[in-house]
């Protein structure tokens, strides 16, 4: 039975793109959530008032790929150490965030974030929140598999190839087809 996991970690494209080929994924849908404003837009969302955060919400298989397993990818690709920025990209939309289902999803990100801090993978400690999910609401239909569908457009180039990329490096044994 498939389950879901809701991450925020900058741009949805970027997260989207790499979940994407991820084997045991079944589906990514970009989108908004942890805000106050019912079915806000892109346009709203970018203000930074509506209190959401551009989100992936992950459908997968946990017989192939685990809770765990996504959220090691998660602390990866994007720098949980910066407060509601992703390099250029800067507000509360950009904030890292895991969106949890379930008690034991809370649990695990709470452990992995505990484990990686004390670790000192990073050097700063993390600042990725761990809430629960209230709602999501998908992403107007542009946004969806950007990348596939804009691979020469600058910041996909620029932005988001380095993390898949990354991925393909880090995680080969997860991904769909090598590469």
């Not at 079944?26 to 551009?54: D, F, I, L, M, Q």
């Not at 596939?148 to 457009?153: A, D, K, S, T």
Request: hydrophobic fraction near 35%.
């Amino acid at each position: 039975m498939s389950e879901q996991a809701t991450l925020a970690g900058g741009c949805f494209w970027c997260l989207e793109a790499v979940y994407l080929n991820v084997r045991g994924v079944e589906k990514v849908e970009s989108g908004y959530a942890g805000g106050e404003v019912a079915n806000p837009t892109y346009e709203a969302v970018c203000t930074g008032r509506t209190g959401h955060a551009e989100v992936v919400q992950v459908t997968y298989d946990p017989q192939v790929i685990s809770y765990r397993e996504l959220l090691e990818i998660f602390f990866t690709i994007h720098d949980p150490t910066t407060l509601n920025r992703q390099g250029a990209d800067s507000g509360t939309q950009y904030r890292s965030a895991i969106f949890y289902h379930s008690p034991a999803q809370k649990t695990e990100a709470e452990q992995m974030i505990a484990t990686l801090d004390r670790e000192k993978v990073y050097d700063s400690a993390i600042v990725t929140q761990v809430v629960p999910l209230d709602r999501f609401y998908p992403a107007e239909e542009y946004h969806r598999d950007y990348y596939r569908r804009n691979p020469g457009q600058g910041y996909c180039r620029a932005v988001i190839a380095p993390k898949v990329s990354k991925l393909r490096k880090q995680w080969e044994k997860k991904l769909k087809t090598a590469s």
